[in-house]
């Protein structure tokens, strides 16, 4: 802008001469080169005017912006904060795409996208790097078809990041948006999840954001994202451990009361096992740590379901054979191992109790077989499950009164933990079993469609976030 405005220059010599076309051209490849480099390209130039002008200029309030004398051009580096590239390649990797909205002109912005590692040597840049002005100009319909494949946009204003942004969420994307202006406020606002600086932040931006990046750090958006994923998986882990109870406790008793009148497990012994397990349970399961294989998975959609088609798969088949066992305990329990009732109706406590303990290690990995890993790391799920079993032991051996119970001998006890420890090779093999990818709950959802008239089919069918609702 301020080389178009000037008409004159000095050379190196310190002589002024006319800036012609050939001139610019050259000024305007050296600042081209600096914007390659990721330089902010500063020029400063003066005008000399007379007293006469002065004074007209004054009564105008305005200097005229042309006639200028060229001093000198300066390149101002701003470099990329230490992790920048490494917090966006685990993004990438996460499967979120990072897009970059800034002022600064377009051979600038390339270079710091390459920089930062948002664009690539040798990457096809045709429709990735655009200009704010010509992304506003292109029609609905055209927005739509290419902003998918946009991921840096220069020369941009707060309401062209605005405009991104609708149109991401028009197309179905979770949309995160960061900022630290007042300017950004709207686009902070329009976002799923609004990030803001704590440091050079404004309070309006501040005020519309979600999350305060407290260091002003891009790496610790990746933080968020991993130990958000964390918190949705644990939360996963724990649904499926918590049904794998639920569903094995009721059939249990529903069974057996339906079929002989009576319940083995009894109301305290309930209360008990959801004592341990709900609070228990929640506490191991809820406090495991982010992994790097949080960040190599594909984002969880919208419209995708809580409990996953993996998730039924587990439990179905852990809550599977713990009934089984269960029920030929309550039958034939007390001929096949010569006990009383009272022992029996032990066993089968001790044994569901058990079962369910076992069953917590193959809750740690939804998906992986090898249900050990990194468990040493975990002293605190350690420190649960030893803290549960010796409350078993406790309930079983010397609270005999008030839970129900008859004393266990050694052979009892190894047959119980047997009976709980088959539940790990189960586990394992039942994770070689594919699923499908679709939600065992849309075919549901599918035939609730069927029987609707057709204009209600038809918004179902179109907006999935209504399904949701």
Known sequence: MILKMCSSYYDASG????????????????????AASSLRCIAFAHKQISEKDQEHDMEQKKIEEDGLTLLGLVGIKDPCRPGVKKAVENCQNAGVNIKMITGDNVFTAKAIAIECGI??????????????????????????EKVDKICVMARSSPFDKLLMVECLKQKGHVVA?????????????????????????T??????????????????????????????????????????????????????????????LTAVQLLWVNLIMDTLGALALATEKPTEELMTKPPVGRTEPLITN????????????????????????????????????????????????????????LEKKNVFKGIHRNKLFLGIIAITIVLQ?????????????????WGQWAKCIGFGIVSWPIGWIVKWIPVPERPFLSYLNMKKMQGLPTPFSF???KSPTLIGV
Not at 185 to 190: R, S, V
Not at 244 to 256: D, E, K, Y
Not at 393 to 409: I, Q, Y
């Open 393 to 409: 032991v406790v309930m079983v051996e010397f609270l005999k009164k008030f839970a129900g119970t008859e004393r266990l001998n």
């Open 203 to 264: 309070e309006v931006a501040k005020e519309s954001s979600d999350v305060v990046i407290l260091d002003d750090n891009f790496a610790s958006v990746a933080t968020v994202l991993r130990w958000g994923r964390c918190v949705y998986n644990n939360i996963q882990k724990f649904i499926q451990f918590q049904l794998t109870v639920n569903v094995a406790a009721l059939v249990i008793n529903f069974v057996a009361a339906v079929s002989a009148g009576e319940v083995p």
């Open 177 to 201: 948006v960061t900022g630290d202006g007042t300017n950004d406020a709207p686009a902070l606002k329009e976002a799923d999840v609004g990030l803001s600086m704590g440091i050079q932040g």
């Open 459 to 461: 918004i179902l069918k």
């Open 15 to 34: 002589i002024m001469k006319d800036l012609d076309d050939g001139e610019k051209m050259k000024f305007e490849q050296i600042i081209q080169g600096m």
């Open 119 to 144: 664009l690539r040597f040798g990457q096809d840049m045709s429709g990735a790097v655009v200009e704010g002005v010509e992304f506003r100009n292109y029609t609905p319909m055209e927005r739509m």
């Open 310 to 365: 993996i998730m039924w798969r587990n439990l179905l088949a852990q809550a599977l054979y713990q009934i089984i066992v269960l029920l030929t305990l309550q039958f034939k329990g007390e001929s096949i191992f010569g006990v009383t009732e009272k022992v029996n109706d032990t066993l089968i406590f001790n044994t569901f109790v058990l079962c369910q303990v076992f069953n917590e290690f193959n809750a740690r990995k």
